[in-house]
């Protein structure tokens, strides 16, 4: 676990980290809707192989944003494989070391949208999770959460992971059809995780081609 009592109390950011039950459940289109409704920037710290279009996360928010309003900040790790960041960078020897992230020069004074890589507890290394990059940056989270069948359990056990790690929780924006039957469960059983209700910030219900117009419809359904 990370020690967070040595942790650079200098480095400091602005904004949200988002985060999924799962991997490609939704979480960089998620992140160009929060960018664009926030008028945030973007970062993607850790970036490990590409989607079926050959781009990574940050080029898919690039070519969905207008980047006059949107700084998009570099990847501090790019890394060619689809894998767990400590498998892929293993592969290529590269060691992910958590006091890099902070020479990323980050505007303060602008909310910044930072996309983890996978899930909670997925390894960035041989010592530390997601979790703990997420405390090492210090911010409110937003998990991203599909609607289907699985995603009770999946949801229920990382907000756990959250409430262990006493890391503050915006919210939860669930990407699918609107099945309350499953929403309100999680709601329901949130409040013996984290002794209040988790918020439910919006739904989504992704299309095969997401475009700009898409995104800022989008944003109009996540309340923030």
């Known amino acids: 676990m990370f020690n967070y009592k ?23 289109i998620v992140s160009a809707v929060l960018v664009n409704k926030l008028n945030a920037n973007y970062w993607k710290p850790i970036q490990c192989g590409k989607d ?13 944003l207008n980047l006059e309003n949107h700084k998009i ?5 790019v890394l060619s494989n689809p894998l767990s960041p400590n498998i892929a960078a293993k592969k290529e020897n590269v060691i992910i070391d958590l006091e ?9 004074n602008k909310f910044t949208i930072v996309e983890g890589a996978g899930g909670l507890l997925v390894p ?3 010592k530390y999770l997601v979790i703990d990059m997420i405390k090492y ?6 998990l991203v959460a599909k609607t289907e069948l699985g995603t009770i359990n999946h949801t229920l056990l990382s ?20 099945h309350q039957d499953t929403i309100q469960t999680i709601k329901y059983f949130s409040k013996e995780i984290l002794s209040c209700e988790v918020k439910v910030l919006g739904v989504i219900n992704l299309v095969n081609k997401i475009n700009k117009n898409n995104i ?9």
């Open 100 to 108: 890099k992230l902070k020479k990323q020069k980050i505007e303060q």
């Open 216 to 224: 800022i419809e989008f944003g109009n359904l996540i309340k923030i």
């Open 159 to 178: 907000l756990e992971v959250l409430a262990n790690r006493s890391q503050q929780i915006k919210g939860i924006i669930f990407v699918g059809k609107n």
């Open 137 to 142: 940056f210090k911010l409110p989270v937003i």
């Open 124 to 126: 960035i290394n041989e």
């Open 52 to 64: 079926e279009e050959n781009l990574t996360d940050s080029q898919k928010i690039k070519n969905l």
């Open 73 to 77: 900040y570099p990847e501090t790790y």
């Open 6 to 28: 040595k942790m650079n109390s200098n480095f400091f950011l602005n904004g949200f980290f988002v985060t999924g039950t799962d991997t490609n459940i939704g979480k960089t």
